[in-house]
């Protein structure tokens, strides 16, 4: 299989968001021609103004058998969740 | 100062060969050798078909001042046979392999650019409008064919020999872009048209940078198809082309004036 093109990650900015956001991903065989697949496969809407490829093999993901000690912690932490602060009804836009 | 009649010839000749070129790219959907360039070279070839469709009504526009018919870009397009369609031999000739079909997009792309370029800066408005659109479509198509005939060349000893192979066979095409005929040359001298022949030289440039770059070696033969007039431009075409039109046309030949 080492004649397979390696898969990049493709991640968008599109015209509204401020965040280039993960969108898919594809194979090509350096990352110049990443770009130009994502800009085939991934902005053919009209969908970006920016794009960020990044080779797969470089992402380290969390484990998903490692999800309980890594989220569950979070979950009975209500008070990290800023709900408790009575907010003045003249504030708008919080 | 030329006619309405020559001007329309020229239209076709301007709007043809993007069609027939997005034609054959068509015949790669499904086939390409990996997903992301089957797409790719879709896109380009729709771009093509947008464009063939900019020449087409405004020819239709043209033609309807001087004839009495009406004929809108489905009927330039489906309903002509080939002795009628004026796009250059180069963008007819069928595939082959990927080397092939790269070496016809980049043979055609840079003398694409080179003309809409210049068309953009036309007398005629509603010409220099659809060169100046189409301009910046081909401007990313040049650069997709050329990054292309680079990699192929400067690949694998398999893909070299390819893509030289590809250079050589494509190369007797060549020559008839530069040919201009006598009201090709009046609709230049008026300031509508574009004189090719002026673009042989910077086209030659562009395109032995690139294949130095690609380690290929610039093909030296002499001998080209379709000059002195009797070309793709003048209706004589190749044999593949009628072949290639019975697909395109079948739909509107069988059921005249459907619609999608």
Not at chain 1, 47 to 57: D, L, Q, R, T, Y
Request: aromatic share 10%.
């Amino acid at each position: 299989m080492s004649n397979e093109w390696p898969l990049w990650e493709i991640f968008i900015r599109s015209q509204h968001g401020l965040a280039h956001k993960h969108v898919g991903s594809l194979h090509a065989p350096d990352a110049e021609m990443a770009i130009k697949n994502s800009r085939d496969v991934y902005t053919r809407r009209n969908e970006g103004v920016s794009i960020w490829v990044v080779k797969s093999a470089d992402i380290t993901a969390s484990s998903p058998g490692e999800k309980e000690p890594m989220f569950e912690p979070a979950n009975s932490k209500v008070y990290r969740h800023p709900t408790f602060f009575p907010m003045p009804d003249e504030v708008k836009h919080i | 100062m030329s006619s309405d009649r020559q001007l329309f010839d020229y239209l076709l000749r301007l709007g043809d060969s993007p069609l027939v070129l997005s034609q054959r790219l068509g015949e790669w959907v499904g086939h390409g050798p990996i997903l992301e360039e089957d797409i790719a070279l879709t896109n380009v070839g729709l771009d093509l078909l947008g464009q063939a469709r900019l020449w087409y009504a405004y020819a239709g526009e043209v033609e309807a001042r001087f004839a009495d018919v009406e004929r809108g870009e489905d009927a330039l397009a489906f309903l002509r046979d080939s002795g009628e369609f004026r796009n250059l031999l180069l963008v007819e000739r069928p595939n082959g392999n990927y080397a092939d079909t790269m070496a016809r997009q980049f043979y055609f792309d840079h003398w694409h650019w080179l003309l809409l370029a210049q068309l953009a800066q036309s007398r005629d408005a509603c010409i220099a409008e659809i060169a100046a659109k189409a301009l910046k479509e081909v401007t990313y198509h040049l650069e997709r064919s050329t990054d292309w005939v680079i990699r192929l060349g400067d690949g694998t000893d398999e893909s070299h020999a390819k893509m030289q192979a590809a250079i050589e066979e494509l190369w007797m095409y060549t020559g008839e872009m530069f040919d201009a005929d006598e009201p090709e040359i009046a609709l230049a001298t008026e300031g509508i048209g574009c004189d090719v022949r002026k673009l042989a030289e910077p086209w030659h440039r562009a395109i032995s940078g690139v294949l130095a770059e690609a380690t290929l070696v610039v093909p030296t033969a002499t001998w080209m198809q379709g000059t002195k007039g009797r070309g793709g431009k003048q209706g004589v075409h190749s044999e593949e082309l009628g072949r290639m039109l019975a697909t395109m046309q079948t739909l509107q030949r069988s059921y005249p004036g459907a619609q999608w």
